[in-house]
């Protein structure tokens, strides 16, 4: 993450630079860059760059009705983009101007804490986007700070934890599974088979492809029968809970989908008149038909 006066005098030169040029696109080129879904950034298009600005150590690229927030990581870069290369390396998100140029946000890390937040007005007067995020790697490491994961001690069996969770009364959810394959996981929030479920459009499985694969290494189903459940489950769109989000969001199902179309992983994914689908998918004869409720 560059240092504040390293970042002011970088937001100055690009406000030189780039400042008016009028946005003709913007272009996520990972699934992590977008970090909001309102205002949508192809609103931007066509208004001129006010300024670059700065606050704390977030970039502000200000497009007058709209202003795109951008969170740095160390060896994180805002840069003139020459070749606009469809995969550029560390490429997270690109801006195109109507002049033909662009600037490019890069990622130099692993961690994937760099982003992109569209903010509506002035985001000064606005709450600090910094509470939705946790210390950062530099922070963690100057005060000692060490995460430790329990997996790597402990083998990980979900129906380990439920059976000590039953025995102390826990009980599962008596409609069977809301997500994947177990009726005693991701039963306490409305939303969460919304975020399981995206890993469809991301990286090509779901959640059930996660717990039949903890179900094959423990030994109690074999490959070919979880291939079976897949086949008879489908992608498990969470049409009930899509519905009760759109409901809380104040959007329409059709809305959430355009948003959730943003994040397809199209090094994955291939559209043929007018179906997606996935080349070489684990299951040749998938019914790729989508169900999208309105």
Known sequence: MPELPELQAHAERLTADFGDATLARFVPLSFTALKTASPAPESSVGEPLRRVGRRGKYLLLDFGPNTFVLHLMQGDRLRPDEKQSPKARGGLA?????????????????????????????????????????????????????????????????ETSHAAARAHGFRADAEGSRTGYYDFADIDDDFISIHHWMKWYKFGFTRLFDNLALEIRNGRMTRARAVEVIRDAGDQTPVRDIEKFCSFAGISAARFF????????????????????????????????????H
């Open 94 to 158: 690109r801006w195109v101007f109507d002049d033909g140029r662009a600037l490019l946000l890069t990622e130099a890390g692993k961690e994937k804490r760099a982003g992109v937040w569209v903010v509506q007005g002035d985001p000064d007067p606005q709450e600090p986007l910094a509470a939705y995020f946790g210390p950062d790697a530099d922070t963690l490491e100057t005060r000692g700070i060490r995460a430790i994961f329990l997996g790597h001690y402990f083998a990980w069996d979900p």
């Open 258 to 293: 355009e948003i959730a179309e943003r994040f397809r992983n199209r090094d994955i994914w291939l559209q043929t008149d007018g179906t997606w689908t996935i080349p070489g998918f684990l299951i040749p004869d998938w019914d790729w038909h989508e169900i999208h409720p």
